[in-house]
């Protein structure tokens, strides 16, 4: 039982390039999240999907754009990588909100240089 | 955005000893977690709490529910080798579905 799977684990990219975080997970949950964690600052929510199909951005959603094409995944895309994107992302699910109860993946290392 | 304010930011305690912390917010909340991290790994929820005042226990570890709902407290009794890690608190506002969380305490026991 997978749970919540991110990939890349780690990627170092130089600035103006682009990548694509990918999050799968296999228990049918209806919204994903994904959160940026830097030192000092916690756990930063980038955007959300409540489901298939839809996108919502959250407190810290410059730089990126998601999409939500399969319940299952949510892409995190950055267009043009920049030094302050260096950060572990983390991708989360849940079954509905309203509980507060996230499930989440292992975190993705990025670093731009 | 808005973030929750966690304190102490880090702690280093004795196995053995109890640990408290704690979490505020300039808005209401109807819901508090806690959650915690091991190193390499996502967070963990460890107690979700859903009524003002409420006190609920997991093992070792329990939680409140502030009663003015803006903020949430969390004890850790009798700390062990394996309770080293980050724990966040995190608010639920109602209506929506965004989770905020707070920006983490850090916590090493010293065998």
């Known amino acids: 039982n997978a749970g919540v799977t991110q990939t890349p684990k780690f990627r170092v990219l130089k600035t103006g390039q682009s990548m694509t975080l990918l999050c799968a997970q296999d228990m049918n949950h209806e919204y994903m999240y994904w959160y940026r964690q830097d030192p000092g600052m916690g756990l930063r929510l980038i955007h959300y999907?409540?489901?298939?199909?839809?996108?919502a951005k959250g407190e810290v959603p410059d730089g990126y754009n998601v999409s939500r094409l399969k319940k299952q995944n949510f892409l995190l895309g950055l267009e043009s990588a920049a030094p302050s994107q260096t950060s572990v992302y983390f991708c989360?699910?849940?079954?509905?909100?309203?509980?507060?109860?996230?499930?989440f993946g292992e975190g993705s290392r990025l670093t731009v240089l | 955005g808005q973030q929750l304010n966690q304190s102490p930011q880090s702690m280093f305690i004795q196995e053995g000893e109890d640990v408290s912390m704690n979490c505020t917010s300039s808005s209401i909340f109807n819901t508090w977690l806690w959650y915690k991290q091991d190193p390499g790994e996502g967070p963990v929820l460890l107690i979700a709490?859903?009524?003002?005042?409420e006190l609920t226990s997991n093992g070792r570890l329990t939680a409140q529910f502030g009663i003015t709902r803006k903020d949430s407290f969390l004890n850790i009794s009798a700390s062990i080798p394996s309770d080293v890690g980050i724990y966040f608190c995190?608010?639920?506002?109602?209506?929506?579905?965004?989770?905020?969380f707070g920006t983490g305490t850090k916590l090493q026991v010293i065998p």
């Open positions: 999907s409540v489901g298939e199909g839809t996108t």
């Open positions: 989360a699910s849940s079954l509905a909100g309203g509980t507060g109860e996230l499930f």
């Open positions: 995190a608010g639920l506002e109602g209506g929506y579905q965004k989770v905020t």
């Open positions: 709490l859903y009524k003002a005042g």
